[in-house]
């Protein structure tokens, strides 16, 4: 135990402060009801609007109310997270977020550079190639050197 006049060891270090995500904002703002940017635990700077919008687009009971958000962006991170707070009710929501597929990725990412053309033709190729068309493809990419996937798997 300190004393008054006695500070205390230097060694002994602060916890970290959690770095707050925008996760964190919608489970305040549809669970937990702490308010963390009135309570000083969280600032405007890590509000990101766009993606909790997103995140509370993804809930049937709270996609009108991220709409309404999404046509006055202009607001500040302040005034949209009050207007979520106080608008929507307490309630565990739970949804995934879409992601979209690995192998469509790669087809895309295999089509783009191939053929040497923009995302929205390269997603439309994707979708006409077959699988065999692919691999071909993604073979002729191959620009010599050693192959690291291969190198990888033998080992």
């Known amino acids: 135990m300190y004393l008054l006049n006695e500070d205390k060891p230097s060694d002994i270090e602060e916890p970290a402060k959690k ?5 964190d904002f ?3 703002i549809t669970l ?3 308010n963390l940017l009135e309570s000083n635990i969280a600032t405007e700077k890590e509000y990101k609007a766009y993606i909790i919008n997103i ?3 993804l809930y049937y009971d709270t996609i009108m ?3 309404l958000m999404n046509m006055n962006y202009n607001l500040p991170s302040n ?3 009050d207007f979520y707070f106080n608008v929507i009710h307490k309630k565990k929501r739970w949804s995934k977020w879409h992601k979209k597929l690995d192998k469509f990725l790669d087809a895309y990412k295999i089509c783009k550079n191939y053929y040497k053309i923009n995302n929205r033709r390269a997603e439309e190729v994707s979708d006409i190639l077959t699988d065999r068309q692919l691999n071909e493809l993604d073979r002729r990419l191959i620009k010599g050197g050693v192959n690291r996937k ?3 798997n033998n080992e």
């Open 19 to 23: 770095e707050i995500t925008p996760f």
């Open 26 to 28: 919608i489970r305040d």
């Open 32 to 34: 937990d009801k702490k």
């Open 55 to 57: 995140g509370l687009s």
């Open 65 to 67: 109310y991220a709409n």
């Open 79 to 81: 005034m949209q997270h």
């Open 150 to 152: 291969k190198d990888e």
